[in-house]
Structure formats: C-alpha cells, structure tokens
C-alpha cells in the first residue's frame, strides 16, 4: 500500500477545499491501495479531523507559521514585529517556523511517504527534497506582482518562490495559456516551466441529489434581477469585505439593486430579508408575504443554494479568491465585480478585467459603476465569458490524481 503525506497550509480555505477535492479523485483512481495522511493547524487542523472522524490516526497537527490578522487582511508590522518579537499571544516566528520544520521532519522519518502533497506548505518542498521524496506543490501563485504591498514583501516572496521550485512537479491549479485565470501570480522562470502543469481548476464535481428547494431558492426564482455579494476567506478578510459593501449599499445609485450576501458563517441569526418597506423578515416570513425585497443577508448556503444562487444572479461580488472566481467566471459564465484584499486578488482581477470579464474596483464609486457598467454592457461580457468558458478546465483535482499514481508507479 502507497502512502502519500497532504500538507495543508492554514491560512485561509482554498488550500483545504483543493485538497479535500484531491483526496476524493485519488480515491477513485488508487481506490484502498494507498493511505493519506494529513497535517495542518488551527481551523483546517479541526476541519481535517471532523471529516477524517473515523481515522484520526491519519491526521497530525503541526503547528504552521501564518501572519498576524489586522484590519484588512495580515497587518504586515504585527507579522515582521512577531519575527523575533512574541506578539499577540504568539511565540516569536523564527522558533516556531525552527519547531515546524521539525516537527514535519519527525513526522516525514516516522511514516516514510512515498510521496507529499503539499498546498500553500513550501517548508514541506524543502524537507521532501532532503530526504529524496516525490513532491508535489499545488499553487496559483509563484512570484506575484505586488502592488499595495509593495517592496517590503519582496524578500519573503522570494523566500517562498525558492523553496516552491524545491518541488518535484508544479500543479498549477489553473487552465493552461492563454486562459490561465493567475497568469499575473505566476511569472515563472525558464528554468522551471519543464516541472510546471496546468492541471486546471480544482472544482466540486460530486453529483448531488436533487433535494426539495428551499424557501431561499423559491424567493430568488421569482425575483429577476439580482447581484450575488460573497463574503469569503478568513476572519480579517470576512471582516474588510463585510465593511466595503456596506458603504457600497448606502449609495444612492444603489437603491433600487437586489442582492444576496453570502456570510460564509453557519449562524442562522444572520438569515433575514430586508424588504423594499424598509422592514426586515425571516427567509420563510418574506416568502409567504411575497415580500418586495432588497437585500437578502444568508449566513451560509447550502451546496444546492449556492448553485442555485449562480445559476440566477446577474453578476458576483467577490474579493478575488482564485477558487471562487473559476467556478463564477468558467463554470457559470457570470462576469464579477472584484474588490481585492491581497495583491493576489489583485492581480486575477485585474487579468479577468483585462479580458472583459469583470470589474477590478477598489473603492465605492469604483463598485457602484461596476455594477452600472455591467448592467449596461451585460451582453459584451456574456460574449467574453463563453469564450473563456469553452476553455475552462475544471478537471484539475482528476488530472492531478492520475498525475500522482503515475509518480507513485515510477
């Protein structure tokens, strides 16, 4: 029996949701000719174990080097303070990245892998070539363009270029070029492009069961026009996100426009719907009433009502999340509205702007004539996204699987 070591990096969710879909298309090829150990820490440490319940013997918790949340997004002072410094409440980053190291070593000496998976753990990359181990680094990114962030983040970007060319193989969850949805995250060398693959995106392709619809779903079937306003990623990244489209809501061109904001929290409270009348009513109170709504706050959706939601919006408001905007732009050809947080968000924004699309916007007068823009233009963009959507490769985690047991049989 093979036995393969996935590293999960723990800041944010992308990693977690390409790994889990990996999982699932290596199970389908190996079948139980090969176990799967996982490490991570914090909330994907927790998340590992819920899901892998039966099998916590799989699952290892080690202790990984993340920045320090801020106000919009990692506060760049607290991270390079907490380089030598303990801060908020954490011990100083260069005993625990020495302590992370290690504690991988230990785990990679204990279960000797015949090969590793890591998502967004580079450290893994150089442990694995150490000890002459297969790896294989799945990323959408490689030597980002910076903008907001600027110099001071170019070190630490080099730092962790050189040790993602450590891997065996680059995945590159993306379409190949021209239609690489990260291209501006890339910028490879000459030097690597032999060891790099565009695998494609990694999207949910499980089949599900038709369930009956909710009182959501029968509201937005009846509601025409809306926008659909997501809220993703970590605390930080929730937070500024949540901020900047309330500003947006308050302005006057948008009085009239429908939208449904996603919380990515499982908190039923959130629920309400907030009707034209200016009154707010639960989900099932505004379906009886036939409620004129504008605004639908939705704490978390289900997988049915998510894809329910993108079959029926007229255009999504997202950070830039490189996940989210493959399955938004390739998967149901809606243009979007990005309002970045990091200059990875920036840079695919920017791309998908490049390529008509959807809107980069960074400030509330930039949103609100997104959306006037898109509404007016809708057609043109339509035209755009079915060309990229005739292109889209969503067989990344497939593709990636059946790269991974060619490795494990050579």
């Known amino acids: 029996m093979k036995k393969i070591g996935g590293f999960v990096y723990p800041w944010g969710s992308g990693h977690y949701t390409r790994m889990m879909y990996l999982d699932e298309a290596i199970r389908k090829i190996m079948e139980e000719d090969v176990d799967i150990h996982y490490s991570s820490s914090g909330e994907i440490y927790q998340k590992l174990l819920q899901k892998f319940s039966g099998k916590k013997d799989l699952i290892h918790h080690i202790e990984m080097p993340i920045p320090i949340d801020g106000r919009k997004g990692p506060s760049v002072t607290l991270s390079f303070l907490n380089f030598l410094l303990p801060v908020a409440g954490r011990p100083p980053l260069v005993s625990t990245v020495a302590n992370y190291l290690r504690a991988e070593g230990r785990l990679y000496d204990q279960q000797k892998f015949d090969l590793v998976v890591n998502d967004g753990d580079v450290g893994s990359n150089t442990i694995a070539k150490r000890r002459g181990v297969k790896a294989i680094f799945i990323t959408n990114q490689f030597k980002p363009k910076l903008w907001a962030s600027r110099f001071y983040l170019y070190p630490g970007l080099r730092y962790v270029s050189r040790n993602i060319a450590k891997a065996t193989k680059i995945i590159v969850a993306d379409s190949a070029p021209p239609n690489t949805l990260c291209e501006y995250n890339l910028n490879f060398p000459d030097k690597l492009k032999d060891k790099v693959i565009y695998a494609g995106h990694f999207s949910n392709r499980i089949e599900r069961k038709n369930e009956p619809k909710s009182d959501l779903e029968k509201i937005l079937e009846n509601s025409g026009n809306f926008g659909y306003w997501m809220i993703t990623g970590n605390k930080s990244t929730r937070e500024v996100t949540h901020k900047a489209y309330q500003k947006v809501f308050h302005a006057e061109q948008m009085g009239d426009e429908r939208r449904i904001i996603s919380h990515a929290k499982n908190d039923p409270s959130i629920d309400k719907v907030l009707g034209k009348d200016g009154k707010a009513y639960s ?60 200059d990875e968000h920036t840079n695919q924004i920017k791309w998908a702007q490049d390529k008509n699309l959807g809107i980069l916007a960074t400030s509330v007068k930039q949103t609100v004539n997104g959306v006037i823009k898109i509404q007016k233009d809708y057609n043109k963009y339509q035209e755009s996204l079915q060309n990229f959507s005739r292109n889209y490769n969503q067989n990344g985690a497939e593709n990636t699987a059946k790269i991974i047991s060619q490795m494990l049989e050579d």
């Not at 998510?306 to 490189?322: E, M, Q």
């Not at 732009?329 to 990091?342: A, D, E, F």
């Open 283 to 342: 989900i099932s109170e505004a379906l009886e009433k036939k409620i004129d709504w504008i605004q639908i706050d939705i704490g978390f959706l289900s997988e049915q009502e998510k894809d329910t939601v993108l079959n029926l919006c007229r255009y999504a408001v997202i950070n830039g999340s490189h996940t989210a905007m493959g399955e938004i732009l390739g998967g149901k050809s809606k243009p979007i509205i990005g309002i970045p947080v990091y």
